[in-house]
């Protein structure tokens, strides 16, 4: 049997893609994880004379609704006629007798996911200036798509999209900790007594900011990824996880504690005044009522966080980069109560 890394078992693999998409072998499969995910598992595949892209749930514990391959796959070959740049959907596999997880094969796309600053400053501010800008655009045009002409009108239901969010990341909350987290408690009381009404529905990626996207040397968006929370619902919860990535840059730091990416820290880059007026100005969208989307933003990266955390503090998590994960979530609660007032 052909072994790989952890998570992939490549002779199975083979074996699968032989009969369902023998085309795309053309000599044994090699693969490497790709580091940098703390979620989803993503590996680099070479099938003889061409690579593509493999995802799969994470180890271990694994929450439901989360992590969901077939959502991602929709999502992504929906979007492919449209002006958001995705990878090129190949295969989908629900069968968890082939490497033991759903997973999905698409094209590997050429272009560098900027995460850190250290990869931002040998570009310059300028460049720096207009790779974000892009950024927002490509938000933009995320929201500004008709997801009813390309097949998603049942993918999610953006009426009372807020109130189903706070609920299902309490819930997740709770499938996932096993500690106190001051001030959790609180967040979670102001966000359930204040939803705002439900607004227009869009597409909403979930999880959208710089190091999910990539990026070529013309300094264009190649790929927008990750997309396992995706569905219909208020775009202003994009917008703000975006802020709130931003605003983490800068929290981090000051509480010594791990960093998801510190992009934002980076010369150039857009402040956050300057991201929420692109997009309002591009979008055309009241934006006014950014403070409790910026609040349920923390909550989620809060819950994102210590669903990590725990998988790492139980020896279930593949690659490095997870020190320190757990130190970032008490912040992020102050921080998303510091948002709702």
């Not at 590996?43 to 514990?61: E, F, K, Q």
């Not at 939803?195 to 996207?213: C, E, M, Q, Y």
Request: aromatic letters at 6%; hydrophobic letters at 40%.
């Amino acid at each position: 049997m052909t072994t790989g890394p952890k998570g992939l078992d490549l002779g199975a693999l083979q074996d699968w893609l032989e009969r369902e998409r023998p085309e795309l072998v053309t000599g044994p499969l090699t693969a490497s994880l790709i580091t940098g995910g703390k979620s989803n598992l993503t590996y680099t595949l070479s099938a003889g004379s061409r690579d593509y892209v493999v995802r799969r749930p994470p180890l271990g514990h694994v929450l439901a609704t989360a992590h969901d391959m077939g959502r991602e796959y929709r999502v992504m070959a929906a979007l492919a006629p449209t002006n958001v740049p995705v990878p090129q959907m190949i295969a989908h596999c629900e069968d968890t007798d082939v490497i033991g997880a759903p997973f999905y094969v698409m094209e590997k796309v050429a272009g560098t996911p900027y995460g850190r600053a250290s990869q931002l400053e040998p570009v310059g501010p300028e460049r720096t200036r207009a790779i974000t800008e892009r950024m927002v655009d490509t938000l933009v045009a995320l929201h500004a798509v008709d997801y009813a002409a390309v097949g998603l009108g049942d993918f999610g239901r953006p009426d009372g999209y807020l109130g189903r969010q706070v609920a299902r990341w309490k819930k997740q909350l709770e499938a996932s900790t096993s500690r106190e987290l001051p001030g959790m408690d609180e967040l979670v009381a102001h966000l359930e007594s204040n939803l705002p009404a439900s607004g227009d529905g869009t597409i909403v990626h979930g999880d959208f900011r710089l190091d999910n996207l990539l990026v070529d040397d013309a300094d264009q968006v190649t790929a927008v990824l990750d997309w396992e929370m995706s569905t219909l619902g208020d775009p202003l919860t994009d917008v703000a996880v975006l802020l709130a990535y931003q605003q983490i840059a800068e929290i981090a730091p000051r509480e010594g504690a791990a960093i998801v990416t510190d992009a934002p820290l980076a010369p150039g880059y857009l402040t956050r005044d300057e991201v929420l007026a692109r997009y309002a100005e591009q979008s055309g969208r009241d934006v006014s009522d950014i403070g409790f989307h910026l609040a349920l933003a923390f909550f989620k990266l809060a819950v994102i966080l210590e669903g990590i955390h725990y998988r790492h503090s139980h020896g279930q998590t593949v690659g490095a980069g997870f020190d320190g994960i757990g130190d970032m979530i008490v912040p992020l609660i102050a921080a998303g109560r510091a948002a709702s007032r």
